[in-house]
């Protein structure tokens, strides 16, 4: 060997190799300080779904580090932290171009007093069909400006109780938590045919529930549902072709696209008025995919692992696509909401500048808390 390839030699072996390693702190938010003992998982998603990739816990500093060498979009989507404090997971993507060292995943303390979480909306989509089928998609918006996460797994977080003849055997429930996708999550029975809770718990920030279910409907009809979970504006969009009538109702307008029609409702102990006619906002092929009370097919139950995958994983947006009937129902009932609530605003409320400010104000501040 020449002086020269001893020379390169020499030096490749004295210069380190860059492994592309992930790490970062873990700061309890509650407590302003970083957490130690949390456990922290690591995961490459792949096309064949995610690959575990080793835990560990965090030191006194709340420091963690993995040293094998990985990047975002090796294996077809981004990496994902999973940190499991107090009984709560909290997520953290990574996707391609990302910094992967320095990270910080927040956690909170958790309690079972429901301290600042409140219902902000509730925003209902009624689709009386022809066939005698009454077609409803609830949406609980849950906004929690403190700075503890309300989990109590024994009484549930939520609970709502369907109409009776409702079938409660094919109620659908899609959790999202802060910046998270939605999640299928199953409710559990609360002691009372046809009331239910659901442990899903509500971390600092906006999360929402959605709701989906039938009932056999005879037209025109009353429509009379008890509400558990009160709390903020409650909101119904009804299909062109539908008729309400009832005490507590008050119009908004129509969406100019759909042609929706909004009414806010005064809540007490439930929701109840008249309804008579047909229509629906879901294409013909929605409503042969739902095929009377859903399509059978959910996310997997190890999902909430995978908040936020969607953009960088085609197999995690064909499972979103499986409970599509749901998400593109609720999507369209949102997108109406959320347009007469935040651009237009009420109607009544046009000739009071004042209000109209402190309302308009509230609004962006909602849509802040993603």
Do not use: C
Not at 23 to 44: E, H
Not at 291 to 308: A, F, M
Request: proline share 8%; glycine share 12%; no cysteine.
């Amino acid at each position: 060997m020449n002086r020269l390839a001893a020379f390169l030699l020499t030096a490749s072996l004295l210069i380190p190799v860059a492994y592309a390693g992930v790490d970062g702190t873990v700061v309890n938010q509650s407590k302003k300080t970083p957490q130690a003992g949390a456990t922290v998982t690591l995961y490459q998603t792949t096309q064949q779904g995610p690959q575990n990739l080793g835990s560990v816990k965090t030191d006194a500093a709340g420091k963690f580090a993995f040293t094998q060498d990985v990047k975002p979009g090796q294996g077809g989507g981004p990496l994902l932290l999973q940190a499991v404090y107090a009984g709560v997971q909290y997520n953290h993507t990574i996707p391609p171009g990302q910094a992967q060292t320095g990270v910080v995943i927040p956690v909170f303390e958790s309690s079972k007093n429901q301290g600042k979480a409140e219902v902000q909306q509730h925003m209902m989509l009624l689709e009386p069909g022809a066939d005698g089928n009454l077609v409803v998609s609830e949406t609980y918006i849950y906004t929690n400006d403190g700075e503890t996460t309300w989990n109590d797994p024994d009484r549930g977080t939520m609970r709502f109780e369907l109409p009776a003849g409702a079938d409660s055997s094919k109620v659908e429930v899609n959790v999202t938590a802060p910046s998270g996708l939605p999640i299928r999550r199953a409710p559990d029975p609360a002691g009372k045919p046809n009331q239910f809770k659901l442990d899903f718990p509500i971390k600092p920030g906006e999360s929402r529930v959605d709701i989906a279910w039938s009932m056999p409907f005879k037209n025109p009809g009353e429509f009379n549902e008890p509400v558990l979970a009160r709390g903020g504006l409650t909101r119904i969009v009804l299909p062109p072709g539908v008729e309400v009538k009832g005490d507590g109702l008050k119009s908004l307008g129509n969406e100019p696209t759909t042609h929706a029609q909004i009414f806010e409702v005064a809540v007490t102990d439930g929701i109840r008025f008249n309804i008579s006619g047909t229509g629906s906002l879901r294409t013909p092929q929605q409503q042969e995919d739902q095929g009377g009370g859903g399509s059978g097919q959910s996310l997997s139950e190890n999902l909430p692992k995978l908040y936020g995958l969607a953009m960088g994983n085609s197999n995690m947006i064909e499972s979103v696509s499986a409970v599509k009937w749901i998400l593109l129902s609720i999507l369209a009932m949102l997108t109406i909401g959320f347009v007469l609530l935040y651009r237009k605003g009420d109607p009544s409320e046009q000739n009071n500048p004042a209000q109209n400010r402190q309302t308009t104000k509230a609004s962006k501040n909602a849509r802040g808390r993603g």
